[in-house]
């Protein structure tokens, strides 16, 4: 039993300075970029010895690919939530954008770190940070397969239309984490109305596909 106890106990420990050493990046983050921090910092910043880092991340670029994951995790639950109803896709444009707008606020040197490290020096946390993009927006197109007009689209259409609301979602975060506070109602009513906007587009979307494949078979015929 006491064995157990000194187990848990030990397993505990090494997950908070884990933590801490997560949450030194980011706190060193907020003012750098990723390539421009070293390890010595994030240790002497968590008040651990720079040798105590290698029991949690092999080097820099693994402690930063998990700063990726962590800041992805709790925005792509939120928004799946504030999607929920296929009905009123309205409500889903009005739910996600006030979603974003509070994980952005929660959460704002996660943000910080993606928008900044999306384009950054180091390429491993920039593909991993593209490939979390990706995935949100897959996530995102198979739930939109519900919604009236989308779920007859086909998966690369979809896949499309995901990654231009992921992109103005992202876009909307970057922007509300380096403007000023007083131009924040102004950043989230411009997003909502370039949903809007996009929304309108879907119900036509079928309609000119049909047409660019009759005017595809015109061509064709016409060449022969």
């Not at 959460?107 to 390429?123: D, M, P, S, T």
């Amino acid at each position: 039993m006491s064995s157990r106890r000194t187990s848990r106990s030990r397993e505990e420990g090494k997950e908070l300075t884990r933590q801490a050493l997560l949450r030194a990046a980011l706190k060193l983050l907020s003012q750098n970029s990723y390539d421009s921090i070293s390890l010595r910092e994030v240790t002497k910043e968590a008040g651990i010895s720079p040798t105590a880092f290698y029991r949690h991340f092999d080097d820099m670029e693994e402690l930063g690919l998990e700063l990726v994951d962590e800041s992805f995790g709790s925005l792509r639950e939120m928004l799946r939530e504030a999607r929920s109803d296929p009905a009123l896709i309205t409500n889903a444009i009005d739910k996600s954008v006030e979603t974003v707008v509070l994980s952005t606020e929660r959460n704002k040197l996660h943000f910080r770190f993606i928008a900044r490290e999306r384009y950054g020096g180091v390429k491993r946390i920039r593909k991993a940070i593209r490939r979390q993009l990706q995935l949100f927006a897959d996530e995102l197109s198979i739930d939109l397969a519900v919604f009236p007009f989308v779920k007859d689209w086909s998966v690369d259409d979809r896949r499309m239309l995901a990654s231009l609301i992921a992109e103005t979602m992202v876009h909307m975060a970057a922007e509300l984490l380096e403007t000023d506070p007083s131009e924040r109602d102004e950043i989230v009513e411009r997003a909502r109305q370039q949903l809007v906007l996009v929304n309108l587009g879907v119900p036509m979307w079928s309609q000119f596909e049909d047409r660019r494949e009759i005017d595809e078979r015109a061509r064709e015929e016409l060449e022969q």
